[in-house]
């Protein structure tokens, strides 16, 4: 995809997909934390006592509370943004999604909560506390975030953030390989059905609402966003910004 080679690209992702045992997980917040997820193809893994990280303690919030770590990522308000209405499958900001801004963080898309800490998350026995004056609220220096959110995907739960952790990083899983697939068949603006099939592939995991067949431009909005989506902090925004030309250009935030 890299070099433009479309239709070499989806051949040898429709490849994978047709001759894998893998398989989509059905628990999408599970597949970054356990070992042997179904669909993860290539990982590093890591073990007590001899192989851990410290991604826990990193992204792990920073608090006044009785949890509290180096509070290392700060998902932004553009990346919530683009988690859908999980009813309608329609942006916040579209008429008919929806979204109650008294309410905004309920009926999204169920991997913003699998991904995700915002004020009034239940995470580690606690609510989490982003609003200003809060526990972990909002500070202009020290660890404590500048976005009023913090990062839930790919931390594990159930372990002191204090000790060594040991999840796995994921270097290429399934969900990648039909998004690809789909980014090469729209490019090549062929076969746009399949490249739908593939797209709703992912969203089905997810519970969220199918796409339809539409123009080439609205399937690489669509697929961009998905990519966005599923994908995050995975590593590979920064490349698909540079793969898609889009660097300073107002649609890097959607």
Do not use: C
């Amino acid at each position: 995809m890299y070099e433009g080679k479309y239709t070499e690209s989806a051949t040898a992702s429709k490849q994978v997909l047709d001759n894998t045992s893998r398989t989509l997980d059905s628990d999408y917040e599970s597949v970054f934390v356990t070992d042997g997820a179904s669909e993860v193809i290539f990982d590093t893994q890591f073990s007590d006592p001899d192989k851990t990280h410290w991604a826990n303690l990193f992204n792990t919030p920073k608090s006044t509370a009785s949890v509290s770590g180096w509070g290392g990522t700060g998902p932004t308000q553009n990346l919530v943004d683009q988690y859908e209405m999980q009813a309608t499958g329609l942006l916040p900001e579209e008429a008919g999604s929806g979204y109650d801004s008294n309410d905004p963080y309920s009926g999204r898309d169920p991997r913003f909560d699998a991904s995700i800490l915002y004020d009034g998350s239940q995470w580690k026995g606690l609510t989490w506390e982003f609003r200003p004056g809060g526990a972990a609220g909002i500070a202009t220096s020290g660890d404590f975030t500048r976005t009023g959110y913090g990062l839930r995907k790919m931390i594990q739960e159930d372990r002191n953030h204090n000790d060594g952790s040991t999840q796995h990083w994921i270097h290429l899983r399934l969900a990648e390989v039909y998004l690809n697939y789909a980014e090469a068949l729209i490019e090549s603006d062929t076969d746009l059905g399949l490249a739908v099939d593939a797209i709703n592939a992912v969203r089905n995991r997810a519970n969220m609402p199918p796409i339809v067949v539409g123009s080439q431009s609205e399937l690489r909005t669509r697929v961009r966003r998905e990519r966005r989506v599923e994908l995050a902090f995975e590593e590979h925004r920064f490349w698909d910004i540079r793969r898609w030309g889009i660097a300073g250009s107002p649609e890097v935030l959607t």
